[in-house]
Structure formats: structure tokens, C-alpha cells
């Protein structure tokens, strides 16, 4: 088994929005997921096992906010430390052009355990709630990191 972890590329877009699909209820249009890949895709990572994509970190700026908007691992990938390692480039490739103190956020529904664990062994903390942020009505937990 061949993992590799690389930036993404525009050819990436149309698997990774299937992917996408497949896991979360409300998902973006490809045409703005190639909008946004053509204004800021050096900080989206891919990993794939054997030349299929299992993983994805996607980093929107929107209003000069580093926003990861989308990360997400196949079913049966999961528990390999792949969204950990996705997480570490992301956050490292936005130090490494933003310097030190940079802010990264993320929104996760308050029932996603597995995800605020996972944010949270990063540091990322809590920074405001938004109320029914979800298509089931449950809560966002917007969550930041300040880069060190
Ligand atoms: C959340 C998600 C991205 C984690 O991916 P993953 O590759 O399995 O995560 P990792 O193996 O890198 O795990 C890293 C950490 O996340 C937390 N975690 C991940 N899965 C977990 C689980 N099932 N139960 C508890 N904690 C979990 C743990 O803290 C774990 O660290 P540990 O293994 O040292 O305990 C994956 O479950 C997923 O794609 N879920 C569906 C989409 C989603 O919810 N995305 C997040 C949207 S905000």
C-alpha cells in the first residue's frame, strides 16, 4: 500500500467533489470549488493510497480568514493518522507563507466528536457558536488556531 500526501491540483477537483458527496449533506458546487482552487489551492492537500484519492484538506481565504472548509478521509481509511498529517502540511505550508501567529479556522458541527478531538489535539479552541449552522439544525463551532 502506496501513501502519498501532495498539494492539489485542478484535476483533483471533480474526485474530490464526488468524495465530498459522499460524506457531508450540504456540499458545495464543483464550479465553486474550481473558483476557489484558482484563487487558493497551495495550502489544500490531497493523500492518496495507491493513486486513488482517500483524503482531503481544503483552505479557503475568504474575507483574509485562512478557512479549512473541507476535511475529510474515506470510511475505511480512517484511524491511520491521515487527517493528522493533512492538518500538519496545511498548517505548516500557511506558516511557512504567513509567518509565525497566522490564524487558521474551522467550522464542526458540536456533535462531530471524532473532528473536535482532533482539532482540539491540534489547539484549536472555540471562538463562537453559530446557532443551527447545519441542515439537522445542530449547532457550528467555529474554531481557531493561532499558528506558532
Ligand atoms: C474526522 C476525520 C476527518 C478524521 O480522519 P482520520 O484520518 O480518521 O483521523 P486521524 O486518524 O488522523 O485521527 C486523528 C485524531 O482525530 C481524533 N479522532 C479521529 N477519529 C476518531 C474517532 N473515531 N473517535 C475518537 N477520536 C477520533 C483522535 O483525536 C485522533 O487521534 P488519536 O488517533 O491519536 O486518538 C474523519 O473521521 C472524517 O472524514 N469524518 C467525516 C467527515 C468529517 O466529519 N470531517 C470534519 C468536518 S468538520
Not at 10 to 17: A, G, K, R, V
Not at 21 to 49: G, P, V
Amino acid at each position: 500500500m502506496e501513501i502519498t500526501f501532495r498539494n492539489m491540483q485542478f484535476d483533483d477537483l471533480l474526485n474530490y467533489s464526488i468524495m465530498e458527496k459522499r460524506y457531508f449533506a450540504d456540499t458545495s458546487m464543483l464550479s465553486s470549488h474550481a473558483i476557489s482552487f484558482l484563487y487558493e489551492s497551495r495550502f489544500s492537500y490531497i493523500c492518496e493510497i495507491d493513486g486513488r484519492i482517500v483524503g482531503v484538506s481544503i483552505v479557503e481565504n475568504i474575507q483574509n480568514t485562512n478557512l479549512i472548509t473541507c476535511l475529510c478521509v474515506e470510511s475505511s481509511f480512517r484511524r491511520l493518522n491521515i487527517a493528522k498529517t493533512l492538518i500538519k502540511k496545511t498548517l505548516s505550508a500557511i506558516k511557512e507563507v504567513y509567518g509565525e501567529g497566522t490564524e487558521v479556522e474551522i467550522m464542526c458541527s458540536e456533535m462531530n466528536t471524532n473532528a473536535l478531538n482532533l482539532y482540539q489535539s491540534f489547539g484549536f479552541k472555540i471562538s463562537k457558536v453559530e446557532k443551527n449552522a447545519y441542515f439537522d439544525e445542530t449547532d457550528g463551532l467555529i474554531m481557531k488556531l493561532r499558528i506558532e
